[in-house]
């Protein structure tokens, strides 16, 4: 299989399971995704099924029970802590619903450092830093703390940080849930936008109908499993 055709993310036969007291709770079962590169999918499902989890082990945020996962060819949990983060922050880009921005430190600097983690000179990073924050609309919010924007102001600061190092794999939680819907709109319209334009992989776990509708797949999560999402 040649570089074009290996896919951008490969889950197979991933479970995850957590104890309550006495009970076992099993979240994933033998579950398997494939992303291609440059294509868009939604994980759909009701809150508590585990979309949350099954994205922070796609992107090694979690170890998983048992399977694997692979982006490109490199299985993620073969490797050691110290490699494994050196892949994360190189090959994966995370959107979360509450930002997860540093409050201390402006736009541009939260944009930075996924780029200073590389071991990017701080002139390098700010250049691609701030070029990123102007294509997301945001070029007169540089210098801004994100206690100075707006809720779609931050997440659009999320996005710009997610694809900064040009990532192969994009994953967002539930990345307009906490938007009023026209905010939504617009960063839902600006993610999609940027995952075409970078020609990553994009896995979405959301609750919104409008941007599941919008992903090249739409797949529900229940049971532990994934099954294609078809219309009622």
Do not use: Y
Not at 5 to 25: C, M, Q, W, Y
Not at 160 to 184: F, H, M, Q
Not at 187 to 201: F, H, K, N, T
Not at 222 to 227: E, F, K
Request: charged share 20%.
């Amino acid at each position: 299989m040649n570089e074009s055709e290996t896919p951008a993310l490969n889950a197979v036969g991933l479970s995850r399971h957590f104890d309550d007291g006495e009970k076992r709770i099993d979240v994933l079962r033998d579950l398997h995704l494939t992303v291609a590169r440059g294509e868009s999918v939604a994980v759909v499902g009701e809150s508590g099924v585990g979309k949350s989890t099954l994205l922070h082990l796609l992107g090694a945020l979690d170890r998983p029970d048992g399977g694997s996962v692979s982006i490109g060819d490199q299985d993620l949990f073969d490797l050691s802590a110290a490699q494994l983060a050196a892949v994360r922050n190189r090959s994966v880009g995370f959107v979360f619903q509450f930002h997860h921005l540093l409050g201390d430190f402006d736009a541009v600097e939260n944009v930075m450092m996924p780029l200073l983690i590389q071991g990017r000179s701080r002139a390098q990073a700010r250049a691609r830093a701030t070029a990123v924050l102007e294509r997301v609309g945001l070029a007169h919010r540089l210098t801004h703390r994100p206690g100075q924007l707006s809720g779609g102001e931050q997440q659009r600061v999320a996005v710009a940080r997610s694809v900064v190092t040009s990532p192969p794999v994009v994953l967002a939680d539930e990345p307009t849930g906490n938007l009023d819907p026209a905010t939504a709109r617009d960063v839902q319209d600006l993610l999609l936008e940027i995952q075409q334009e970078a020609g990553c992989a994009l896995v979405v776990a959301t609750h919104s109908a409008p941007l599941a509708d919008a992903l090249n797949r739409k797949l529900r999560l229940a049971g532990g499993v994934l099954t294609v999402e078809t219309p009622e």
